[in-house]
């Protein structure tokens, strides 16, 4: 595999950085921006600190201020410019997000596009933070609900989708009333740079205050002063069950609000009457696809034992074609792992899998790449049962095969996982369709028929159950959860008569 030089990569991130309008004074770090193409250095990045993190708190909470009584259709007005600049510069932000996550460009682009569509959703969503109206039981009295901005909004992002998982929050946030202060994952600080420049000019273009949108760089102790600040009216994270647990807490403990995304552990039910043509190029995305680093990649196959030999082989003659290396080679469908211990992680599960009598069928080795890059051929393996590895999320293209006999055993496979993100069924009966949907179906909070469980639109809300944290982002009336909600009671007549009959004279 021939990997493209370091002060290569280095340029191009340099350029994009320009073209997006960032500043671009060397941070003199101390963090540091690696590609996981090669392994090496971007730059390097200042790390925020308390000051830092307490001013821009202090900047958006004082910027909300004003912010909430701006109307929400003209605060629209911010998302639509920032969804034009998102337009123009998209080739530039993918660009970043291949060089920092590694993400071939086509998944990368449709990261960016994800972003506009959000744009584009929220500026609809100005127009429709909808209350409803009541009937009241008393006569002469309207009883009404209004949805008001919430406060300050930390979003706290991971590095396998830089990007949209914060435009989802951001958009959605900002038509809402609310402003934003985002602590991006540190393994993607430069994509972060970007957006915030876009978003800063985007405000700029409007007219809306600067203070409405912070970023704030580093590891978990900058992320930590915002999940214990008392200003933060929610905290939006994404990331790992670890992470959640740690954070649900803290915020819980100062009645702030949480909005949590965490892992998934995803799988595909496939039936006898699958199409096996289109479940093979389904499983093969969702599990091979951003080399398993989505937490909606597919981690998990419930086979029907009729047809699971035929699949394995397809699905393992599907995997022997796919090109890995260099995300910006023409061709590649594979980029790298984000970094070392993704490769580690991935080593150590395998061997788990191997001890609880798995079968590797194919791939789990490293495929090339230099000593710090890895890059790794999708695994497919067979499991006698789903054992605790099965139970784990690993964040790298795993993909473990089970079979199942009746469909009732399948659906119970399926659920009996701690997480519960993203699923799916392939199937052409109707009946089974339809039971996997039900309420004693799939346990998750997306679940698919006849497509994969990874790449879901903007338009519906994004977020799982169980360990996944419950939270539920981007479209649909996800929006509710960045709102406070008032319950009004207005009494238009000329006498003062009490709900539930009580008499008080
Ligand atoms: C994530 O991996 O955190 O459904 C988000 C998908 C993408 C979003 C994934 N639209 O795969």
Redesign the pocket.
Known sequence: MNLPAPEELCRRAEEALIRCGAEITDGGGPLVARTPITGTELRTVTSSSAEDVDRAITAAHDAFLEWRSVPAPQRGAVARRLGQLLTEHKADLAELVTLEAGKIPSEAQ??VQ?MIDICEFAVGLSRQLYGKTMASERPGHRLMETWHPLGVVGVIS?F??PV??WSWNTAVALVCGDTVVWKPSDRTPLTAIACDALLARAARDVGAPAGIHALIQGAGDVGERLVDDARVALLSA?GSVRMGRAVGPRVAARFGKCLL?LG?NNAAVVAPSADLDLTVRGVVF?AAG?AG?????LRRLIVHSSVADELVERISSAYGQLKVGNPFDDGVLVGPLVNRSAFEAMQTALDKARADGGTVVCGGERSGGSDSAYYVSPALVRMPAQTSVVREETFAPILYVLTYEDFDQAIALHNEVPQGL?SSIFTTDQREAERFLAADGSDCG?ANVNIG??????GGA?GGEKETGGGRE?GSDAWKAYMRRATNTVNYSDRLPLAQGVEFT
């Open positions: 449709g990261e994800e991971a396998n989708f949209a998982v994404t995304e998934g969702s951003t680093q989505r937490c909606t990649s993203s997306i469980t990874s790449g879901a639109e903007i994004f981007s």
